[in-house]
């Protein structure tokens, strides 16, 4: 219930800034202004992600060719300097805004503001059987790999933040990594 009461007003108060960034978005390259995407829940269900869109429109046909360049161990591709992340997406990317349409997947009940992110099917089929129990609970919005340093940090612990956060998931930790992932998300920390 916490989760759609601060979703809700999450929402209506970012209501301005979406519309600047759709119009951002569509001013800086071809295209639409939200990306969707299949993504692992809770259980193994699928359901359809939401980001603004930070890439130009072949950016998934493009991962095979900068395979090579994967800065991340695991299943995972990140790259601090990707040539498919358009002017916008960069900004969008490192103040996390591309995530703001998260907020109707936690309306839709598909994710909770706080918990494991939702990873890929592709990457889900290369979990180790203890990676799988990140799909114990809801997907989150926010979660201790982003306020420990987000794509700074390794595959291996970040599988070990998201366990430590299954162990230990309260009221308290979630306020607690809330509060957090303001000052993350201000210091564009980790964000790329």
Known sequence: MLDVVLASV???AALPIWLAIVVAIRLDSPGGALFVQDRVGVH???FRFYKFRSMYADAEHRVGELQSSNEVSGPVFKMRVDPRVTRVGNVLRRTSLDELPQLLNVLKGEMSL???RPPLPKEVELYRPSDTMRLSVKPGLTCLWQIGG???IGFDEWMELDREYIRRMSLRVDLTILLR???????CRGAY
């Open 181 to 187: 992932t303001v000052w993350a998300v201000l210091s």
């Open 10 to 12: 999450g929402l209506l």
């Open 114 to 116: 706080v918990g494991p």
């Open 44 to 46: 193994g269900r699928r």
């Open 150 to 152: 987000r794509s700074t």
